[in-house]
Every structure is written in C-alpha cells, then in structure tokens.
C-alpha cells in the first residue's frame, strides 16, 4: 500500500451569488441555452486552470494512446461535459422535469433496494451520479451518501432539500470520526451507503491497482465495510448520453475467496478499477479527475 500523494477537493465553482442567480435563471430559461454559453465560457477555464487542463490532456494521451490534436479536442469536450452535468443540477434545484432516466441494470438495484441487508453503493467521479439521488427516486430503503464538505452553503441547501425527499441523507466526513458511527448503525439496520471509490481523500488505506495503461492507488474503505458487515457491493454509474437523458449502469463486484479477509478488500477492489476501466472506455469524455491520477505519470510521452 502507498499513501497517494496528489488530491484533487472538487467542489462546485462560483460564488453563492452566481449559483443563486443560475437556479433563477433557469426557472425561466431552458437548461440548454446555458450549455451555449458554456461552449465559449469553457476556452477560458482551460486557459486559467492549467493543472486541471494538463491532467485531463494527459489522461487522454497516456490512457487512450490519442495523437495530440485529439487529446486537445477531448479536452475540451470533456471541460462542455463537465460544465453541462454542473448546469444540469441547478436545472433540478429551479425545478426543471426535462431530465430522464434510461436504466437497463434496474434490476440489480431493486434487488439491493428491496432485500433486508445493507448494501453498498460503489460510486466514482465519473459522470454524474448525484443526478441519480434527485432523480432516481424510492421510498423503500434510505440511501447514505457521504460527502466531504467544502461545498457552497447555497449548493449544500439546494441537495438537501431535494434528497431528503428521495429518501436520500447526506452523511458529512469529519475529522471527529463521529460518521464512523452514522455508517455503522446505516448498515446495521439494512441501509444502503454510497462512497466515492476512486479518491482516497488523503487516506492511506489504498491498494495498487493496473489502471488504464498505468498504476494508480484506489482506497479500499468501502470494500472493508462490506467485508465486515458481510454486504454486498454494486458498482453504479450515471452517464450523460443527450442533453436530456442521463444512463445508470449498476453491477454487482463479487467477492473473490481468499485465505485472508484483507486479501479478500484488494480483490473486490481490483474488481471495481476494472468495471470503472469499462466504463470509461465506454464514455471517455465523463472522466473528471481534475488532477494527477496515476502514479507513473512523470514518464515521457514517446
């Protein structure tokens, strides 16, 4: 195990001034007028966010094996991504419907939904899966999602309010440890937690994994729970397939036999960077680790 030395905090850019003005604006506008602007608002940000620029140039470099124009050009569509799924959340807190669901796996989440274990929800910062807690609604089974503060006060209003009715809590991560004992009771009861599996937040409990032509860190906590409360786990995606349908792929990582539990957590986690490793493949524009993600970056470009 390394503990990783580079982290991106990612939040919601703007003041709350702005971010209160886009949910009024798009009370009255369609979310798609403001994808235009951000076609020409996004030159800018890769010009003045270089680091987050690089990480993505080179992640389309090294990853995909991509020339170097197309690595620009990917770049780009990746930063429009990104804006438009920002855009898409303060449509769903003005209260547009315009939003929908394709969900071929829903199955498998019904499963989780309706057994009485608990279950968890292996997420990445792919895509945008907090549109899944506003629009993916049920009653049945409370969802925990944790998150890392830093957020704007105005965006932190807009999710609660919204996923409190989708039976969805926010479990905020401290340095106290006292959500250690908010997950602990979730899962007892037979609730479902949801953990961003591809950043480790500076933690050291990380296993090395083969990662899209290269190596990268991946922090096991999640796959600790679900060996110690003996829960399942399922990998679950939200893509952006047009402007108005977002995709859920869900899939359950197994768990491998091992002679030791720990070697049992670096398995299950090895299984996660490899569904992850599909489906980024599959939608490579919608990888928005902003920062250096693997570990043997300082190589050259040949």
Same mark, same amino acid.
């Given at each position: 195990?390394?503990?990783?030395?580079?982290?991106?905090?990612?939040?919601?850019?703007?003041?709350? /001034?702005?971010?209160?003005?886009?949910?009024?604006?798009?009370?009255?506008?369609?979310?798609?007028?403001?994808?235009?602007?951000?076609?020409?608002?996004?030159?800018?940000?890769?010009?003045?966010?270089?680091?987050?620029?690089?990480?993505?140039?080179?992640?389309?470099?090294?990853?995909?094996?991509?020339?170097?124009?197309?690595?620009?050009?990917?770049?780009?569509?990746?930063?429009?991504?990104?804006?438009?799924?920002?855009?898409?959340?303060?449509?769903?807190?003005?209260?547009?419907?315009?939003?929908?669901?394709?969900?071929?796996?829903?199955?498998?989440?019904?499963?989780?939904?309706?057994?009485?274990?608990?279950?968890?929800?292996?997420?990445?910062?792919?895509?945008?899966?907090?549109?899944?807690?506003?629009?993916?609604?049920?009653?049945?089974?409370?969802?925990?999602?944790?998150?890392?503060?830093?957020?704007?006060?105005?965006?932190?209003?807009?999710?609660?309010?919204?996923?409190?009715?989708?039976?969805?809590?926010?479990?905020?991560?401290?340095?106290?440890?006292?959500?250690?004992?908010?997950?602990?009771?979730?899962?007892?009861?037979?609730?479902?937690?949801?953990?961003?599996?591809?950043?480790?937040?500076?933690?050291?409990?990380?296993?090395?994994?083969? /990662?899209?032509?290269?190596?990268?860190?991946?922090?096991?906590?999640?796959?600790?729970?679900?060996?110690?409360?003996?829960?399942?786990?399922?990998?679950?995606?939200?893509?952006?397939?047009?402007?108005?349908?977002?995709?859920?792929?869900?899939?359950?990582?197994?768990?491998?036999?091992?002679?030791?539990?720990?070697?049992?957590?670096?398995?299950?986690?090895?299984? /996660?960077?490899?569904?992850?490793?599909?489906?980024?493949?599959?939608?490579?524009?919608?990888?928005?680790?902003?920062?250096?993600?693997?570990?043997?970056?300082?190589?050259?470009?040949?």
């Amino acid at each position: 195990m390394n503990k990783p030395k580079r982290q991106w905090q990612g939040v919601t850019g703007g003041r709350a /001034f702005g971010q209160k003005a886009m949910k009024i604006m798009f009370r009255i506008l369609d979310v798609r007028i403001g994808y235009a602007i951000m076609a020409l608002v996004v030159p800018f940000y890769m010009l003045f966010a270089r680091k987050g620029y690089m990480a993505i140039y080179l992640y389309f470099r090294r990853q995909h094996l991509y020339s170097s124009l197309k690595a620009f050009r990917k770049t780009y569509v990746n930063h429009f991504r990104f804006g438009q799924m920002i855009l898409d959340r303060f449509a769903v807190y003005a209260g547009q419907k315009s939003f929908r669901l394709d969900n071929p796996d829903n199955e498998v989440f019904q499963e989780m939904v309706h057994s009485k274990r608990g279950c968890i929800i292996a997420n990445s910062h792919v895509g945008n899966p907090e549109l899944c807690g506003y629009l993916l609604s049920q009653q049945t089974k409370r969802i925990n999602s944790l998150i890392y503060g830093g957020e704007a006060k105005e965006v932190q209003r807009n999710r609660s309010a919204i996923l409190t009715d989708n039976n969805v809590r926010l479990i905020d991560v401290g340095e106290d440890m006292s959500h250690i004992f908010v997950i602990n009771q979730a899962l007892t009861d037979g609730e479902m937690i949801s953990i961003a599996c591809d950043r480790s937040f500076g933690s050291a409990k990380t296993v090395e994994c083969d /990662f899209f032509n290269g190596k990268a860190d991946f922090p096991v906590g999640a796959f600790t729970l679900a060996r110690q409360f003996d829960v399942p786990v399922i990998a679950l995606f939200v893509l952006k397939i047009t402007a108005s349908m977002y995709r859920i792929h869900v899939c359950k990582i197994p768990v491998i036999e091992a002679n030791t539990k720990r070697e049992e957590i670096y398995a299950m986690t090895r299984s /996660f960077a490899e569904i992850l490793e599909r489906i980024v493949k599959k939608y490579p524009e919608q990888w928005f680790n902003f920062y250096k993600f693997w570990k043997d970056e300082n190589v050259s470009l040949t």
